[in-house]
């Protein structure tokens, strides 16, 4: 009976429903903004102007979609993207993985100093211009590889990484292995990499939506317009809130129309370029925390 | 038979050389982390003395004249250094603020929901603006903010240009960024709870405490130690404002607040090439962040036994 009741009289159901108001109005705070966007993005952009799309579209059209695609440096820097994101991964997890793996051994001599050796550039680090200045002298202006190679390994993913071969590989699996008369390297690509794909997946996304949603690294290094990735193309329009002539011309009006339909191409760039990693996200959510528990954890 | 041998007999120590030879395939693997590191990390910690040099290129780093603390001087007499200081620190300070108790808050209530597929819902949602790019969340802001036809604008009914103001900046700047962030702080607070002995609530229910006394006896102590360590970090890590974002919400009108000194090492280092000038102010950055860094590791561990660097 008393069972629903609690000592200060407010019951287990009232509980919940203040829960679940307080999270729905936080989840609301979240999405609508990126709702907004969506819906903005294929109404009639004078509707959108004039404030009628709060909640719901007005009219339909893909003339902002058009506009986007219009200015050619955008699909250039689409599939610059795609590609930076492809290699930057497999190279990103291949190291995380090569450095992660013998440093996880608790028997390897020298280990101490070599993990030192990673993490004091987690604290400590040359700073932009030194930096730049050393990718400057090894050749790599104007070159794929500035992306990659200076952020060379992130260390602290690569402790994650670390922790989760200690504590979720069992260890009696590897010494049978090497009874067996596996090499280290065999053990490893072998028993090791096969039971590592949760925290394999969580890089990948990881390292995936790194590559994708950066600007800077490229903005410094990559001097080519031609080499420009996606979000550093969206900079003219987002930023500077500059259209190009060729997305001018999909437009039918004179240049007092040109106002309203940015801002109808600005909601489309956004679309365009969130949606690949808003759409892959959710698929590995599962091991976020699965992943962050067992390398937060140190063994 | 060898290995039968070794495991009941009592395990005898091998040579340090032998046991390098035994693992000479993990020392290859890693060769080429090791080899970057080096070159891309190490390598820039010793071309930090160009802080104190007239760099020239075509000197190199040790042909070029030595020239002491003379760049330092000259940032610290330039007009706008009080401010730039001012505003780094202001502006992580009150990120820090702001944004450190949300994503406890809002794990502390999510890990209550006891409707498994709404909670899987309000996570999923809550997580996505940390995989948007920082460029596209700043091009929302100012599709937001814009004065004419701007979603905010539009539902105050005014004509207000928020980029412009100065006054407008920092709060900008805070609320976007808990916007974008807060979701994907609360993993590792969820990911702490998910850990908390399922008995403890059973007995806390026996005794009749409320979901609200559960929270705040059982689920507060619980996220305690994590919470303390990422406000530590947090703090060590002060003067490393979000650059890119203060970057891209720049502009003339706003730099009475905005005006942070990572934005200025960009703009003379890669934009105006005075290499030697931006390391200067570049270092003192890393210097009042290491400073901080160790201050704030010292009275953790002499108040608790948390030790994280």
Redesign the interface.
């Known amino acids: 009976m008393a069972k629903n009741k ?3 009289g ?1 019951s ?1 159901r009232t ?2 429903i203040i ?2 108001v ?2 729905a109005i ?2 609301f ?3 609508y ?2 709702y ?2 969506l819906i903005a993005s294929f109404s009639n952009p004078y509707d ?4 009628k799309t ?1 909640l719901l579209p007005s009219g339909f059209t893909l003339e902002g979609f058009k506009a986007v695609f219009a200015d050619a440096n955008i699909p250039t820097g689409y599939l610059n993207s795609i590609k930076y994101t492809v290699i930057g991964t497999v190279f990103s997890v291949t ?1 995380l993985y ?2 992660a ?3 996880a ?1 608790k ?4 280990r101490k100093a ?1 993990s030192m ?2 993490i004091i ?1 987690m ?13 400057k002298q ?1 050749g790599l202006i104007n070159n794929m590889w500035a992306l990659f ?2 952020g ?2 992130g260390v602290g993913n690569m402790i994650i990484v670390r922790n989760y071969f200690q504590n979720s590989i069992p260890h009696e699996l590897i010494e049978a292995s090497e ?1 067996d008369g596996c ?3 065999r053990t ?1 690509l072998r028993i090791v990499i096969p039971l590592s794909m949760p925290i394999m997946a969580v890089m990948v996304v990881f390292s995936m ?1 790194a590559y ?5 690294t490229a903005l ?1 290094y990559l001097t080519g317009a031609e080499k420009a990735p996606l ?2 193309v ?2 003219n ?3 500077r ?1 500059s259209v190009s002539a060729a997305q001018a011309s999909t437009i039918s009006g004179g240049y007092a129309e040109l ?2 339909i940015t ?1 109808m191409i ?2 489309s ?2 679309i365009v ?2 949606a690949p ?2 759409i892959i ?2 698929f590995v ?1 599962k091991y ?3 992943g ?2 067992a390398g ?1 954890v140190k063994g | 038979m060898q ?1 039968t041998k070794a495991n009941t007999a009592p395990r005898r120590r091998k040579s ?1 050389g032998r ?2 030879a035994d ?1 000479w ?6 060769l ?3 080899v ?2 080096i ?10 003395q ?1 802080a104190f040099r007239d760099y020239k290129a075509s000197r190199g780093i040790v042909g070029s004249k030595w020239v002491g603390l003379e760049w330092f001087d000259r940032f610290f007499t330039a007009p706008t250094c009080g401010r730039m200081i001012k505003n780094t620190i202001l502006l992580s300070l009150f990120s820090l603020l702001w944004g450190f108790p949300v994503p406890i808050i ?1 794990s502390l ?2 890990n ?4 498994p597929r ?1 909670k899987r ?9 940390h ?6 969340v ?3 802001i ?3 903010l ?1 004065p ?2 701007g ?1 905010i604008n ?2 105050l009914g005014t004509k207000i240009d928020f980029m412009t103001e100065s006054s407008a900046f920092r709060t900008i700047y805070i609320a976007s960024g808990i ?1 974008q962030d807060a ?1 994907w702080g609360c ?2 607070y ?2 702490t709870l ?2 908390v002995d399922i008995s403890l609530y059973e007995a806390a229910k026996v005794d ?6 559960r929270i705040l006896n059982v689920d507060v102590p619980a996220l305690l130690p994590m919470a303390i360590l990422n406000l530590i970090m947090s703090a060590g890590s002060l003067m490393n404002v979000g ?2 974002k203060v ?2 919400l720049q502009t003339d009108l706003n730099k009475a607040t905005s005006d942070v000194i990572a934005v200025y ?2 703009q003379q ?2 934009e105006n090439a005075k ?1 030697s000038y ?2 200067a102010v ?2 003192f950055n ?1 210097a009042v962040n ?1 400073i901080l ?1 160790f201050v704030v590791n010292t009275i953790a561990s002499k108040t608790s036994e948390v030790n994280f ?1």
Not at chain 1, 123 to 135: C, Q
Not at chain 2, 39 to 48: A, D, F, L, R, T
Not at chain 2, 121 to 129: E, G, K, N, R, S
């Open positions: 609690t000592s200060n407010l287990e509980s919940d829960l679940v307080i999270t936080v989840l705070i979240v999405a903004p990126l907004y966007v959108v102007y004039a404030g709060f190291m090569i450095t793996y013998p440093l051994q028997e390897l001599p020298g070599l050796f990673f550039t604290y400590f680090g040359g700073g932009l211009v030194p930096t730049y200045l050393i990718v090894t190679l200076p060379g390994v009874i090499s280290k390297l490893f939506v994708w949603n950066d600007w800077f410094i979000p550093l969206l900079r329009v987002l930023i809130s106002n309203k801002e600005k909601f760039s956004i370029a969130a990693m808003l996200y959710p959510q976020f925390e699965k962050f528990m937060a | 290995a340090l046991r390098i693992n395939q993990l020392y290859l693997l890693l080429i982390p090791v970057l590191t070159v891309y990390k190490y390598i820039p910690m010793y071309g930090i160009i809002l209530c999510i209550q929901l006891r409707f709404y819902v309000v996570q999923t949602v809550l997580y996505a603006p995989f948007i790019s920082i460029m596209v700043c091009g929302m100012r599709i937001f814009s004419s036809g979603l539009l539902m916007w979701g993993i590792i969820l990911a998910s850990n009749g405490a409320s979901m609200f006394q650059f890119e970057f891209l090492v960009y280092g890669i290499y931006s390391t570049g270092l890393t290491l860094l660097v």
